[in-house]
């Protein structure tokens, strides 16, 4: 993904689980 940005499918299909993975990181680290 990181090599290929440009393609459309990949950041449909692989972009909103990277929003929500770094939501729940972010949430880890504010429990802390």
């Not at 459309?8 to 770094?22: E, T």
């Amino acid at each position: 993904f990181a090599e290929n940005p440009g393609q459309g499918y990949c950041q449909m299909v692989i972009a909103p689980k990277v929003v929500k993975f770094r939501k729940q990181f972010q949430d880890k680290l504010k429990a802390r």
